[in-house]
Structures are given as C-alpha cells and as structure tokens.
C-alpha cells in the first residue's frame, strides 16, 4: 500500500500575480496577464504578445549575492520557494537536510543568462563570459540553487519535458516522500521571454501570432491558432500525509493519480496518449471518472491538439461530462510552469468550491466539452483532474483530491 | 576598475559586481586578511572575480593563482606581481 503524499505549502509566480492569493484573486476576476512584450523589443518577431511576470522586482526576492549568477527564471524560483516554505510553516534550516529534497521541471535552461554570455563571446571574446555561465543556463539549475539555499541534501532531480515537465516533476517528488523522503520541494518556474528563447519557441510552430491580447489564445475555438506563451509557475511542497498531520500542517489536498504516456510516432495512425494517460491517473488514484469534478485541460489551440484532448476527455467523461477550464488562458502557457500553477488552482479549487474561468475564447460545439467560461463556477469541488502535454508527445495526467 | 594597479578598494568593488554581499559581512571593513570563504565568496566568485582583474588590468594570472590565494591581500599581491612583470602594464 502507498502512502498518501499531500502538499502542505504552495509558491506562486504568475503573470496575473506575485503569490497565491494574487494570481486567485486574478483568476477568479478572470484578470488577463497577456500584453505587449516588454522585456525586449518584439515588433520585428511575428509572435508579439506574451504573459510577462512584470510586477517582479529580484532585488526584492533573490539575495544580492545570488543575483550575478542567476538566471531571471532561476530568480523567481527562489523567491517561489521561500514562499511554498513560509506557507508551509517550515524553516527548512530546523529540518534534517537529508530529509527534504527539491525536484523541479526545466524546458530549456536560463535562456536569458546564456543569450547574455553568448553576446559577451561573440563581441568581446571568451574572456568575457562570466564564469556563472558554467551553470546558470542549465536544466538543473534551479534544483540546485534551491538545493544550496535552503539545505535540501535529501533526493533531488530536474525533469525535462517541456510543459508536461509540472506534472512530472510533482510524480517524482511523490514517489521520493513514498520512498521515505520526509519532504520535496516540487514543480516548475520557467522562462524564456528574450530573443534567443523567443525564436526557439516560434520554431515550434504553435505560438500564436495574434496582436490583440484579448483573442490572440483561443483553445478549443474552432479558428485557435496557436497559444501566447507566459512565464512563471509554481513550487509546491509535498509531505507523506501521517507526517504532516503529526506536525499539525494545514493541507491543500493529496496528490492522488497520476500517469505519464508518450505518444506514437506522427503517421502512425494510433491513437495519442492522452487519453491513455488519463484512465491510468484514475486507475492510480483508484477513482472512476466519476469521482473528478473538473478538468483543467492541457488547452494547446493548436487544432489538431485541441481536438485530440477533446476526444480523450469525451471518450473518458461522456460528452459536456465533466466541467473543463483552462486559467492559463489568463497567464499564457508558462512552459514547465505551466502545469504545477494548474495543479495549484486545482487545489484551490477543493478549497473554495469554486472553478476559475476560461477567457477569451469560444469553444467549438464539435468538441462537446462544458468549458467553464468568462466567469468563475461553484461547484462542490472533491477531486479535479489536470492534464499537460509536452512538445515532442509527452502526456501526463494527475488527480489531487482533498485529504481524506 | 579603471586604475592600472589592483587595490583593495578595486577589488571589493569587483566582489561586490560578481558576488554581491553576504548578510553579516561588512566588506567596507578591514578584509584584506580575512579569508575569501570567510567572505562568503566561494572557489566560482574568485574565478569570475580572478576574470574581472585580468581584463582590468590587461594581465594573465597563472592557472594555479586562483587555487593558492587565501584572502584578498594574497591575491592582490598575486595580481600586482604579474602587472609589475606584465611588459604592457609599466
């Protein structure tokens, strides 16, 4: 029998707002972090609009000393971590180090840093490059400088999967507190908002390339045309359920299902693995569809995609069977964030029997999907289903669920 | 730094671009004997501040300099020996 894993802290960093109650407070005004890029000038890119964290001042956050080597990305990691602990009620300093861990999702390294460095060696020469470069562009990165500022000698990792990377990140942490890691610092905050990160994304081929932030993000329309990418996300702490109910925690829910999948190769003509991927995350939490009260989707807008997730969730839940929503219509797709910050309004949601919205976009009828749309829905809130997809087929699926 | 010889003053303001500060340490005080890890500067800040000095000064410190030194006066004294032997730095 597994131990049931519960997560007792949460840290935000969100476009729509710095910390938890922010970005709830945002989402259920239904408040859209998407303009008009401003970290660098964008108006001779065909992708112009992104969820920028406008409102985070490192200075504030990250100590002076880790600033020189630090990635933005890497800066508001740190300062979400600080935040998961506060509201955890732990000082990790009083905590035994080998006892906690950190796992985190990475989709591409500190990007900014790098395109500084690379900057430095092309007009100045390799003298220039800052020694810092060694490690603040890589995947690991933000697990480290995590790992070293708070203590955390316990099992720890980076996931690489690009926005399935949130889910799979918090997966590895459960089964590190299942293996008897008393506590793990778990999720994803990303990003890569300059031109080099920029360009690398648009060759994905899926960024939107509207103008108008407020239709430019449109998942499950019939015209969705790609996604607004975003920065940002969220850490989570993870703790084994006896030992947080032993120290008197306040808990956020269980992590109770999740499934990883991958998808057949393009042509093949088999089935993606969503769909896949979510029957397993039930079968893991041991609940029939029925038991989950809302999907907060993957919401790619990319047609094909859309449709792909659409499908899988009919297929599981019976058409309009189960409320769909999709907050990161507000903050953007924030890359490896981006499903840790869903997991989060997933248990907000069981906290407060309410569902944030969907915005800015009018679901095709084809899809047979119940979007919750412009406006928060009560609801009782038990279990809620998250899904995230990664570029290149990665799907995974979890279930949280409020403590038993 | 825009001085041709490397001074305690110099280097504090290169700590302070490639480190920062660490709580507790006041680097406006008497440094020059104390230690770097007692600084809160570990082997990575001595390279980039070691990076720094050499552009600076238009020097080329030995690979083993940055492994030996101690404290800052070590490594001033290290810096200022090669600028005096530097054929550009007279």
Redesign the interface.
Known sequence: MNTSVVVTGIGVVAPTGLGVNKYWAAARAGTSGIRAIRRFDATGYPARLAGEVVDFVAEEHV???????TDHMTRMALAAADWAFDDAGIDPARWPEFGMGVVTASSSGGFEFGQGELRNLWRQGG??V???Q?FAWFYAVNTGQISIRHGLRGPSGVVVSDQAGGLDALAQARRLVRKGCRLSLAGGVDASICPWGWVAQLAGGRVSTGADPGDAYRPFATDAAGHVPGEGGALLILEDAESARGRGARVYGEIAGYAATFDPPPGSGREPGLRRAIELALEDAGMDPSGIDVVFADAAAVPELDRTEAAAIRTVFGPRGVPVTAPKTMTGRLLSGAASLDVTAALLSIRDQWVPPTVNTEPGVDHHLDVVLGAPRELPVAAALVLARGYGGFNAAMVVRRAG | MSVREATVDGLKQILRQVAGEVDGVDLDGDILDRTFEELGYDSLALLETGARLERALGIKLDDSTLNEVQTPRQLLAAVNEKRATHPDAA
């Open positions: 100590p002076s000393r880790l600033i020189p080597q003298e220039f800052s020694a810092y060694s």
